[in-house]
């Protein structure tokens, strides 16, 4: 079995009662069916309470009102860590922020942004992300895997993280350029000519396909289409109560009242002001959206191999990213023009958590980039 990891994955520590959120609230921690068993033959002290505080028909912890999960207590600890030990906890809570995606044979391991330590790290990264990997002697077979459809997955993946760190370019540029790039790969698998893979990631390589990509973008409605992404997310199932009013917020002083006709001057002239800034007060961001959308490309992209999505993943990665510039503006505007580190890992996390947390969230995001607008 192949294991990969991001260069980063070691930093990563557990700061517990110390986190300014907590990973054991606003989502359902559903325990894996060994856990159960052991929870159901409990004897201690702790047996009680251990046994009342699970939904047995779900299978899950039970949430106090503000969706917290009952053993969390005032001090954001786990009562039953502190009373079992480590070794209780269910899968999910050993396992979290640590994320898998498995395919034959492979395990690709990440670590989800939706933990505040772990945005800490990726947005303090300067160095472009690689991974490591390592073997080891197990083996499995699925009945119904694609091989050949997954390599070729892994050879496009390749080539989006290459032009995603090539920093020579700007990085609307890079960004541009994997979308096409997938949009072309998803054609030869709905047309099952996955061999013609290799031919997209020559002419993408060449001047010509680069200028055909930078032409395209420069005559793209970006107020039109950004504003529609941002209003995709009511759409969605919102994990935490204050998220909906936090994104109301937002798009007023984004794009105005809800009824208001566009104010495409007025947008863009904010947007200038806030590219000003950042660039002067925070050079660093372009590298921060570069480990954003390596992030999401490498844990999202070879998925395609399950359900031949491949551009919906690619355009998931890139809106996503938008997104969040969209709301950092928002939150700089609230700020009265001005943007910490700490706000930057605030709205990555809490981004995350409402995307990457939630299977109906990730399902309709995908059903929405399925429709092939951009
Ligand atoms: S969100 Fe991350 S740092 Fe915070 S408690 Fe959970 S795993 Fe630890």
């Known amino acids: 079995m192949l294991y990969t990891i991001p260069d980063y994955y070691h930093e990563f520590r557990c700061v517990a009662g110390k986190c300014e959120d907590t990973c054991c609230a606003g989502w359902q921690i559903v325990a894996d ?24 028909e779900e299978g899950t912890f039970k949430q106090d009102k503000d969706k917290r999960c009952v053993f969390l207590n005032r001090s954001n600890l786990c009562d039953m860590y502190t009373a079992l030990g480590e070794e209780s906890l269910c899968r999910t809570c050993k396992l979290y922020p640590r994320h898998i995606e498995e395919f034959e044979d492979v395990r690709e391991v990440t670590l989800s942004v939706s933990c505040p330590e772990v945005a800490r790290i990726l947005m303090n990264k300067k160095e472009p992300m690689h991974f490591l990997s390592y073997e080891t002697d197990e083996e499995e077979e699925y009945g119904d895997f694609d091989p050949f459809l997954y390599s070729k997955l892994v050879d496009a993946r390749e080539v989006l993280i290459d032009i995603l760190q090539d920093r020579e370019k700007k990085l609307n540029l890079r960004a541009a350029l994997i979308l096409e790039i997938a949009r072309d790969v998803q054609e030869c698998i709905d047309e099952e000519d996955i061999f013609s893979m290799d031919d997209v990631f020559d002419y993408y390589r ?82 921060q959206y570069e480990q954003l959308l390596v992030y999401f490309i490498s844990t999202y992209f070879c998925g395609a191999v399950y359900d031949g999505e491949a551009f919906a993943k690619a355009q998931m990665a890139v809106v996503s990213i938008l997104l969040i510039h969209e709301l950092l503006m928002a939150q700089w505007k609230m700020n009265e023009k001005a943007l910490s580190i700490k706000d930057v890992i605030e709205i990555v996390y809490r981004y995350s958590r409402e995307l990457e947390h939630s299977d109906s969230n990730l399902n309709l995001i995908q059903e929405l980039m399925s429709e092939r607008e951009y």
């Open 33 to 56: 069916e060994a856990a159960l068993e052991k929870y159901k033959n409990e004897t201690g002290v702790f047996a009680e309470h251990l046994k009342e505080s699970i939904n047995w």
């Open 206 to 287: 060449t001047e010509e396909g680069i200028h055909e990509v930078e032409t395209d973008f420069a005559e793209a409605d970006h107020l039109t289409y950004i504003r529609k992404m941002f209003q995709n997310q009511y759409q969605m199932e919102h994990l935490r109560g204050d998220w909906e009013s936090y994104l109301k917020k937002a798009e007023k002083l984004l794009y105005g009242n809800a009824n208001d006709n566009l104010c495409e001057k007025h947008y863009m002239e904010m947007l200038g002001e806030f590219h000003t800034w950042l660039q002067k007060e925070m050079p660093e961001y372009e590298i």
